[in-house]
């Protein structure tokens, strides 16, 4: 066990410097040119060059790179080209904000995903199970953007449920939540009817049923736990998916995280922030994949640890 | 009259009449003729409240020497002041820390006396020799500064700008409330750099304690003051108490809330949660606006310092032959274009906005006539036309524009392909000599810094653009013409601004003769603003404060 855990994790520091590696070496090949979008318009040549040297934009692409990796060890991610700001504040200041939301997003599509794939489960074959199933589709294929402009101009704006995007009370919570944790409530609610269903023709529930037992005690105390569990242990994987969705979710609903940050530093060529953000997100989920994988064998005996 | 005698000390100065004219549309300000508009304070300005405006994006910084964004741009002017200022909602110069001041004959020394008592919100009194640090400051190399080069005629500035000096030469204290500046060379637009953000003047303590960090903890002289910024959530600003022009500001707090959505921001104006959608009305809603009384009886329209052009690389054949350059000016139907953005831009002829000095309205320009431009790119050599290349910014709706463009050369048997980019891909292109045939300048498009006329040439016309990384894309480069804008940017005297803007519209007739660029549209502006705002229209597009001028409107 010991052995495995320190294997991952050396190999999650090499996961980590690849990621760096790469993301650095695309954005240096970039044509677009940083020190111009600092400079603006009116910038003479001289200004450029000045601004291009101060940066150490001037140098080689293993020296840049060397400079970063070494900063980064001693905890530096280095200062935002165009807010002038430490990329390690603005991340810290809006971690939390993505944080809330992703937990939020998990509370959803759990909630929704569960009691859907139980239903469909309890109510296989018939027309509820198909049109669950079909919604849960709908669900995975539908845009973030269209479903967070619809869910606001229905919940907001028409019938004044919840405030109009923004961040502060839980109320601000919901729609956001809802609209990141839909996509994973149609996955996890065909997970959840397959493992029901499979766990439903085992011979333990036949022989639950044949001992008289009512039917509902049957689902919740003998069915459910069993199915659950290798539902749940897909969550750590879910992080990889709620890095992408915050990206767009964030900035429909206003909602200040890590995702609207990495929006708006792509748009401007702002490479340390871009950096920051890229490898805290590969962190968390390089992080989430490490913990589904020590968490199943707790789940399910039959796999084992190597 | 009492409460703004500055602006009648200008227009002493400037030896033109003290007559005052109510605040005029900024569209009306073309003409330079115009008697300059002093303004007057509104009868029916409410002073206290607060308002709510929104944007999308995080406010990079509010250091007056960095900020070079439309969103920080007007935030800075309410928490800066620089010696110069214009009056609200025109583009007419007036004195700011500045009381008055006086210019030599040969146009080559500014002496600046100041205003006495006005204080920095750290509560120290401001003085010359804040105003020399503060042109000092962003000068050196050190501070990174993108308007650097706006002081380029300061005496001096070489030796900054190359390191060799820390302070500037020409800059001169001569008491605590005078200042005089030496210029290396006469120079007309001295007056307008002096009121650009990159002019404010900022206490040299606190630039001090907090470094880099500065832009974050601004401290100036402005009508407001930075209360509080929650990264990537708000920024509050507040009313200063000890601000030193009477009356103003109105408004006793102003929220900026970050990260929302401009469809967002408009829903929530229609909820009365929003006063201002800072980012404007999304193009995708704007004709469902415009088509409801009640939202279109909340924007306000008017007029910006900016042109869309189509460049053409007149180093790259074909276009190095000006007859093919003409024929693409006949070809492009602009009134189809402006229809196509639903009429938010006026079709233009000339590389000038009607709202700059030195626009020439009875100028004619290329008429659109595919007919005669087919028939001149035959006589050229090209019967059956040729392909080329055209770049566009890969954001709504220059893509869009792009296909009209397109069409519009393929009638005339030009087969333009469209290379749709990202922003910094396509200028990166442009400022690389063999590269783009042709780019529309949508989302790139020049806006001017100030409103003078010589700040549409340089970088974008004169030869001193058409350098690897300019922002002459045509890479066009005519040295008489050269010449010629610099002799008129060196008539200093203000009595003589008319055969100015006349050398400079004979400039502008003249590239338009060698026919580098296909002048498309001028964007107009459309600000929404909730029903209880109060103030004229025209601080609502004031041509100087994007989106609003918040020193001058209040709540109703």
Not at chain 1, 111 to 118: E, R
Not at chain 2, 312 to 320: G, L, R
Not at chain 2, 463 to 472: L, S, Y
Request: proline share 6%.
């Amino acid at each position: 066990m010991l052995a495995y855990v320190a294997r991952r994790l050396v190999q999650s520091v090499l996961i980590l410097l690849g990621v760096s590696l790469i993301t650095f070496a695309l954005l240096y090949i970039l044509p677009a040119d940083p020190v111009r979008q600092i400079a603006g318009r009116s910038a003479t040549p001289q200004t450029v060059e000045n601004i291009r040297r101060q940066l150490g934009l001037d140098q080689p692409f293993l020296v840049q790179y060397w400079h970063y990796l070494t900063g980064l060890v001693q905890g530096d991610f280095g200062r935002s080209y165009l807010q002038r700001t430490e990329v390690i504040d603005l991340i810290v200041a809006r971690l939390p904000a993505s944080l809330l939301l992703m937990a939020g997003a998990i509370v959803c599509e759990l909630v929704l995903g569960l009691t859907m794939g139980l239903v469909a489960a309890l109510k296989r074959g018939t027309a509820t199970d198909q049109a669950l199933m079909v919604s849960s589709f709908v669900g995975v294929s539908a845009p973030q953007f269209v479903v967070g402009l619809l869910l606001l101009y229905v919940f907001a704006v028409r019938l004044s449920w919840f405030p109009i995007g923004g961040y502060g009370t839980i109320w601000h919570l919901v729609l956001p939540s809802l609209t990141l944790g839909i996509l994973g409530a149609g996955w996890y609610s065909r997970m959840m009817r397959s493992s029901m269903v499979d766990v439903l023709r085992q011979d333990y529930i036949r022989t639950a049923r044949a001992k008289g037992l009512k039917r509902l005690t049957i689902i919740l105390r003998h069915a459910l736990p069993n199915a659950i569990l290798p539902v749940i242990a897909m969550i750590g994987i879910d992080i990889g998916i709620f890095m992408s969705g915050i990206v767009v979710v964030e900035s429909v609903f206003g909602w200040p995280g890590i995702g609207q940050l990495a929006w708006q530093a792509i748009q401007r060529v702002d490479i340390p922030i871009i950096m920051g953000v890229t490898l805290v997100s590969a962190c968390a989920i390089v992080l989430g994949n490490f913990v589904a994988d020590l968490v199943t064998p707790f789940i399910d005996p039959r796999i084992k640890l190597q | 009259m009492k409460a703004f005698l500055t602006s009648t000390a200008l227009a002493l100065t400037l030896g033109l009449a003290a007559g005052v004219s109510a605040p005029a549309l900024a569209q009306d300000k073309g003409s330079a003729e115009t008697t300059p508009a002093t303004y007057q304070p509104d009868p029916n300005a409410k002073e206290g409240d607060s308002i709510v405006i929104t944007y999308k994006d995080d406010v990079s910084t509010l250091d007056p020497a960095i900020g070079y964004d439309w969103q920080n741009w007007s935030m800075i002017k309410s928490l800066f002041d620089a010696l110069m200022d214009y009056e609200p909602g025109t583009t007419e110069l007036r004195p700011a820390l500045a009381e008055r001041y006086e210019i030599s004959d040969d146009g080559t020394v500014f002496t600046f006396h100041l205003k006495s008592g006005v204080k920095f919100h750290n509560g120290r009194e401001m003085t010359a020799e804040d105003v020399k640090y503060s042109l000092d400051r962003v000068t050196n190399p050190k501070t990174q500064s993108p308007g650097a080069g706006f002081f380029g005629s300061i005496a001096g500035y070489d030796d900054v700008a190359g390191g060799t000096a820390e302070t500037l030469s020409g800059v001169e204290v001569v008491d605590p409330q005078t200042l005089k500046i030496t210029l290396s060379r006469p120079d007309a637009t001295f007056l307008h750099v002096m009121a650009l953000n990159f002019a404010s003047v900022v206490p040299q303590e606190a630039v001090e304690e907090w470094g880099a960090d500065f832009g974050h903890h601004p401290v100036g002289t402005g009508a407001f003051k930075l209360a509080d910024w929650t990264i990537g959530q708000q920024l509050v600003f507040e009313k200063n108490e000890d601000y030193w022009r009477d009356g103003v500001p109105y408004l006793d707090q102003i929220t900026f809330e970050i990260g929302q959505e401009p469809i967002v921001a408009l829903l929530r104006l229609q909820k009365g949660e929003v006063d201002i959608p800072g980012d404007g009305i999304p193009p995708a809603k704007f004709q469902e606006v415009m088509a409801d009384p009640e939202q279109k009886a909340r924007v306000v329209e008017g007029g910006q310092l900016q042109t869309g052009y189509i460049t053409m690389n007149v180093t790259m054949p074909p276009f190095d032959q000006k007859a093919v350059r003409e024929a693409v000016n006949m070809a492009i139907n602009k009134d189809r274009i402006v229809q196509m953005i639903n009429n938010r831009a006026i079709p233009a002829n000339q590389p000038l906005p009607p709202t700059m000095p030195g626009y020439d309205k009875s100028f004619e320009g290329y008429a659109y006539d595919p007919e005669k431009a087919k028939a001149m790119l035959a006589e050229a050599g090209f019967p059956d036309g040729f392909e080329t290349e055209l770049y566009v910014m890969n954001t709504d709706p220059n893509p869009r524009i792009a296909q009209a463009i397109q069409q519009d050369l393929s009638e005339i048997g030009i087969k333009a392909s469209i290379q749709s980019l990202a922003q910094a891909n396509v200028i990166s292109a442009g400022g690389a000599k063999d590269q783009a045939p042709m780019i529309w300048s949508g989302g790139m498009a020049w806006i001017a810094d100030f409103p003078d006329p010589s700040n549409f040439y340089g970088p974008i016309l004169g030869c001193a653009g058409a350098v690897p990384g300019g922002w002459n894309w045509s890479w066009y480069c005519n040295e008489d013409l050269d010449k010629q804008a610099a002799e008129a940017d060196s008539i200093v005297d203000p009595a003589r601004q008319d055969e100015r803007a006349k050398m400079w519209s004979d400039v502008y007739a003249k590239v338009m003769a060698d026919a580098p660029w296909v002048p498309v549209f001028n964007e107009q502006r459309f600000t929404m603003k909730s029903p209880r705002m109060g103030g004229a229209d025209n601080l609502y597009v004031d041509p100087v404060h994007i989106p609003i001028n918040y020193d001058y409107v209040y709540v109703k």
